[in-house]
């Protein structure tokens, strides 16, 4: 009888069974790493992880904690309660306006230099590449300045005529138009292009605002918010409010949300502008029977919306639209880093500026 010869087919077997386990284990693992990957890409401030990228637009079932911010500084060097307060894009220096404008710097709280406005400047901005700020007061009739950031140089004079406070100024993402309360300005050849409080039947607007693609622009009057195109300039669209002399307004990153103080009813409405439809109402509740939201603003990935009080300033959750914090003392302007890391804003009952950054 013929001997068979050693069975070949073990080792095969063994292999196989060995490859289809480990196929079987990177099949388990695999989206749990790709999901740790993508969680870390989108970090968030104060160590939050987001579950999905913000421009995704994608709801999700995990909940997404923003940051807590803690007082880092306490500025002073202003004869008066601070009006207002900006980051420049890069985030490494804060503007704070009353009398003087001072530059800091944000990292260490250092005072850089102090501007001298005429009067005291009711707004301060940044242009997009960082190199001018933009300056604005309520002296009757008084210009807009342009600084350069680098040396302190008053370098133009922007007319604003007929104008008795010039409560907003913003610049247009490519830096080509600067636009004040009432006027729009063309920074190439320092005109005026149109005066805006011609469209309204009140003398200025409160509030302004560009969308960050530059594609909308946002100013809100007595009692109505008109939306526009800006490669047209006509009107997108308008939405009627309850009406107030201080309506400021702020618009999220992404240009889909529109938020206002409605003085009269005193609440701060949400608005979608796809569709004009206000989806919130947040009513603001202070010990002061009257009290005028003077600021709004998103942070950078949208998830919160800062507005000014006498309590303090408040952060909601734009998630939710629950009140998250409560940074306090009373104060008159508010804005958030570029980065979101930081949040500053302008105490008016003490010329002194408050920054806050967000927990690790």
């Not at 009006?83 to 404008?101: H, Q, Y």
């Not at 370098?155 to 007929?162: E, F, Q, S, V, Y």
């Not at 734009?318 to 009373?330: A, N, S, V």
Request: glycine share 10%.
């Amino acid at each position: 009888m013929p001997v068979s010869g050693p069975n070949k087919s073990g080792p095969y077997l063994l292999a196989a069974v060995i490859a289809a386990a480990l196929i079987v284990a990177a099949w388990a693992l695999w989206p749990f790493g790709t999901d740790m990957r993508r969680k870390e890409a989108n970090r968030l401030p104060g160590g939050k992880v987001s579950a999905v990228p913000p421009e995704s637009g994608k709801k999700s079932s995990v909940s997404i904690v923003p940051p807590k911010y803690a007082l880092r500084y306490s500025l002073g060097g202003h004869n008066s309660w601070v009006e207002t307060v900006a980051f420049s894009p890069d985030g490494k220096m804060l503007a704070s306006a009353s009398e003087p404008i001072n530059l800091w710097e944000v990292s260490s709280g250092r005072l850089i230099r102090a501007l001298h406005h005429t009067g005291d400047a009711a707004r301060v901005t940044f242009s997009p590449d960082g190199r001018w700020l933009a300056s604005a007061g309520c002296a009757y009739g008084g210009p807009i300045r342009l600084w350069d950031v680098a040396t302190g140089l008053n370098i133009a004079k922007l007319p604003n005529p007929g104008n008795n406070c010039t409560t907003a100024l913003d610049f247009s993402p490519d830096g080509r138009l600067l636009a004040s309360g009432s006027n729009l300005y063309d920074l190439s050849t320092r005109d005026e292009l149109w005066m805006l409080e011609r469209e309204i039947s009140f003398s200025s607007y409160y509030g302004i605002a560009f969308s960050r693609d530059g594609r909308w622009f946002a100013a809100s009057g007595l009692d109505k918010a008109t939306i526009w195109d800006t490669g047209n300039w006509k009107t997108r669209r308008t939405l009627e409010h309850s009406g107030g002399f201080i309506n400021p307004v702020a618009m999220n990153p992404d240009g889909s949300i529109l938020a206002l103080w409605e003085s009269s009813s005193g609440t701060v409405a949400v608005w979608h502008l796809n569709d004009g439809r206000k989806i919130q109402s947040l009513r603001i509740i202070t010990e002061t029977p009257s009290t005028d939201v003077r600021s709004l603003a998103f942070s950078p990935d949208g998830r919160l919306l800062a507005c000014t009080t006498s309590r303090g300033a408040i952060l909601w959750d734009t998630g939710t639209w629950t009140e998250l914090q409560e940074l306090g003392p009373r104060v008159n302007s508010v804005a958030f880093s570029p980065d979101g890391r930081w949040l500053a804003a302008g105490s008016d009952v003490k010329p002194r500026v408050w920054l806050w950054q967000a927990s690790e």
